[in-house]
């Protein structure tokens, strides 16, 4: 299991569920992520539904032979114990929707929300990273630069 010890330094960013899957799966290359995630006590926001992409994404996984019921019950259990901030869906929707014509809704829900909150997106989804750069609505946070 990942260890989920967090240090007292302050930062806040939103994370959409392919950086957290990422995570928790443990994914090569990913080691810039964990240390950010978990690693240096940021603080974690998140749309309300995160919980169910998270959750969706686990069973797809364990569905497709990637990982065993038991490592799925692993992570689902890592993932309880991070202290996520989630934040309620309706002040989002408006601007939402005014996303809608160049993001997928349920990835502008996380774009709002960094808006809202002023902070970066952390996000390991090239295509919602790239359009979110495009636009230069909030900072996406590189990876590639830790």
């Known amino acids: 299991m990942i260890p989920l010890q967090r ?16 995570v928790l799966t443990g994914q090569p290359n990913r080691e810039g992520l964990v240390g950010l995630l978990l690693g240096d006590g940021t603080a974690l926001h998140v749309p309300a539904f995160f919980d169910l992409e998270v959750v969706s994404v686990a069973r797809r996984l364990e569905l497709a032979g990637r990982l065993t019921a038991r490592r799925a019950d692993e992570l689902l259990a890592d993932f ?41 997106l952390l996000t390991t989804d090239l295509l919602l990273a790239r359009a979110v750069r495009d636009r230069e609505v909030v900072e996406v946070l590189d990876l590639d630069e830790r």
């Open 80 to 120: 309880a114990d991070l202290g996520i901030s989630r934040h309620s869906l309706p002040p989002l929707t408006a601007r939402v929707w005014s996303l809608r014509d160049w993001v997928r809704v349920a990835d502008a829900y996380y774009v709002s929300l960094a808006e809202a909150l002023e902070v970066p």
């Open 7 to 22: 240090s007292a330094t302050a930062r806040s960013v939103v994370v959409d569920a392919s950086a957290m899957v990422d």
